[in-house]
T-cell receptor, first 117, second 109 residues
């Protein structure tokens, strides 16, 4: 049973380029979350998606960042015109469908480490 | 943010049980206690969760006090691969995971 998959594991971009991070959730999971972890800092929520819907993007920077979870294929976190401050580990997590108002545990991928030079 | 209190660090001998305490005195009746861990340079890993009753799975056991103000995560036979930062949180409807400082557990041979 494959876990959450993320690729690439490491990504190097020059300032001003675009970064595309991919996440395939666990089989049967319809909820996807993206988090960012800056060096020596804690995990910060960015966005919560279900298939073809953005449920909560309150943690996303207002500019340059976008996310999608299409009907077919992986979830994509896109960062346009990257800056050095975007260098971080980006983690994707997935969970099964919630019921009764309770949010299930989240299963994380190995992360994509983005370095902006 | 929901607040928990955990010791900053603890050491454990390989093969022995590791008991990790967590205080969550402000937890409400319908909030679950969750434990995650993060091994260096890896993604966080879900361990276990519980509401009122003690829980056990293949990774760990969770003991929750009767008043639900504290809990203990037990790793029954710690191995070197259990060296990680362990996070205790409580949540019900909030999917935005937010970890505090956690407990840095070092398992020594």
């Amino acid at each position: 049973n494959a876990g959450v998959m993320q690729n690439p594991r490491h990504l190097v971009r020059r300032r001003g380029q675009e970064a595309r991070l991919r996440c395939s959730p666990m089989k049967g999971h319809s909820h996807v979350y993206w988090y960012r972890q800056l060096p020596e800092e804690g995990l910060k929520f960015m966005v919560y998606l279900q298939k073809e819907n953005i449920i909560d993007e309150s943690g996303m920077p207002k500019e340059r960042f976008s996310a999608e979870f299409p009907k077919e294929g992986p979830s994509i976190l896109r960062i346009q015109q990257v800056v050095r401050g975007d260098s971080a580990a980006y983690f994707c997590a997935s969970s099964p469908r919630a019921s009764g108002g309770r949010t299930y545990e989240q299963y994380f991928g190995p992360g994509t480490r983005l370095t902006v030079t | 943010d929901a607040k928990t209190t955990q010791p900053t660090s603890m050491d454990c001998a390989e093969g022995r049980a590791a008991n990790l305490p967590c205080n969550h005195s402000t937890i409400s009746g319908n909030e679950y206690v969750y434990w995650y861990r993060q091994i260096h340079s890896q993604g966080p890993q879900y361990i276990i969760h519980g509401l009122k009753n003690n829980e056990t799975n293949e990774m760990a056991s969770l003991i929750i006090t009767e008043d639900r103000k504290s809990s203990t995560l037990i790793l029954p036979h710690a191995t070197l691969r259990d060296t990680a930062v362990y996070y205790c949180i409580f949540q019900r409807d909030d999917y935005k995971l937010s970890f505090g400082a956690g407990t840095t557990v070092t398992v020594r041979a």
